[in-house]
């Protein structure tokens, strides 16, 4: 199992057996012991060269600039692209097919991740690839990533996520949880409600409350959003997303109906609306009408949580949650379902790069 960790950090580093790495052009400094093979990278080593592209490693600067030449992934990245917007694209790399690169991977992000990874049992995971195209040469760069079980038995949608430190505190974080809610494929019929591998870490756990507090605020100031433009023209249409329900600001919504919307557990929409402060006591009354709005498979008495919506929206307006979401449907490309039967080629150039993880 993968442990879902952090996506910044602030501790001091202690014990690693690499103390910085060069990543492309940046320098930066590791936080956690990696377990990278001891004949290739000493317990001392004060710098790791690592491809920007493939993320092949060396102690060696003359090594890693003749790799650097050759790297079959300069000009792309492996896998297939599924998310494409603003200069941002997500690539979904299949562990099966590119077994070496997802290694490497995973050996570079322990880096930065304080629990055990998945290193070498990488066949059983998809690692999406959060990628960067510079307009002025169409170079890329990665960004960061997150892994997900193929077949996860807890419903999760990810299982590690890490954004490389040069580039945290930009909202990159957000950006890729936002797409592993999208392609566990809550929007469709087989859509499974679910969410990242439990325990999250203290960072993680962060990171996620705020991303789950700014999902549910705009879900409900798209409803808003949708009912005033309903009332302003009655021809106009607007997609409602499943479970929603048309209400007032005053109104009373339950948790079932969020993560309905949303795709989020019923444990996470209650976790979100606790950190948000929108929880209000629950009496008889409320829990009654609440019950009859949900229809008989209402929640039990131990998920019930009453909110209005009115204070969501108050919530929204003071912590400037714009109503567009920042991950875009409209960029999400060919098939969304991750489970769906897709051809595990490894490309010709992975079949070139041999078994020695540091190959040139
Ligand atoms: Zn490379």
Request: glycine share 6%; aromatic share 10%; with cysteine.
């Amino acid at each position: 199992m993968a442990s879902n960790d952090t996506l910044s950090h602030a501790k001091s580093p202690v014990n690693r057996n690499v103390k910085h790495v060069v990543l492309g052009d940046l320098l930066f400094q590791t936080w956690y012991q990696s377990i990278y093979p001891e004949d290739l990278v000493s317990k001392d080593t004060n710098r790791l060269y690592v491809c920007r592209w493939c993320f092949r490693y060396s102690c060696d600067t003359n090594s890693y600039a003749r790799h650097t030449q050759v790297c079959h992934h300069r000009t792309t990245p492996p896998g297939a692209k599924v998310y494409d917007h603003g200069g941002y694209s997500v690539w979904e790399v299949d562990g099966e097919c590119h077994k070496l690169y997802a290694q490497n991977l995973s050996l570079f992000a322990k880096l930065f991740l304080d629990h055990k990874s998945v290193f070498f049992d990488v066949v059983s995971f998809l690692y999406y690839l959060l990628v960067f195209t510079d307009p002025k040469d169409s170079s890329y760069h990665i960004l960061g990533f997150f892994s997900k079980e193929k077949l996860s038995w807890d419903a999760n949608n990810l299982a590690c996520i890490l954004i490389f430190p040069p580039y945290q505190h930009k909202q990159l974080g957000k950006l890729l949880m936002g797409v592993s809610y999208k392609l566990s494929g809550w929007e469709r019929d087989i859509g499974l409600i679910g969410g990242p591998e439990k325990p999250l870490s203290e960072m993680g756990s962060k990171s996620y409350s705020r991303f789950w507090e700014e999902r549910i605020a705009r879900y409900i100031l798209r409803q808003e959003s949708e009912a005033m433009g309903t009332k302003d023209s009655s021809q106009q249409k607007q997609k409602n997303p499943k479970g929603a329900r048309k209400r007032h600001p005053h109104e009373i919504i339950t948790v079932q109906d969020i993560g309905l919307a949303t795709g989020m557990l019923t444990e996470d929409v209650i976790t979100a609306l606790k950190g948000m402060g929108v929880v209000e006591p629950t009496t008889p009354s409320k829990r009654r009408k609440s019950q009859q709005t949900s229809g008989e498979n209402g929640p039990d008495d131990s998920e019930m949580v009453i909110i209005h919506k009115s204070n969501v929206l108050d919530w929204a307006k003071a912590h400037n949650v714009a109503l567009q979401d920042p991950v875009r449907a409209e960029g999400f490309l060919g098939k969304l379902a991750p489970n769906s039967s897709k051809e595990c080629t490894p490309s010709p150039n992975e079949k070139e790069d041999g078994d020695g993880p540091d190959d040139e």
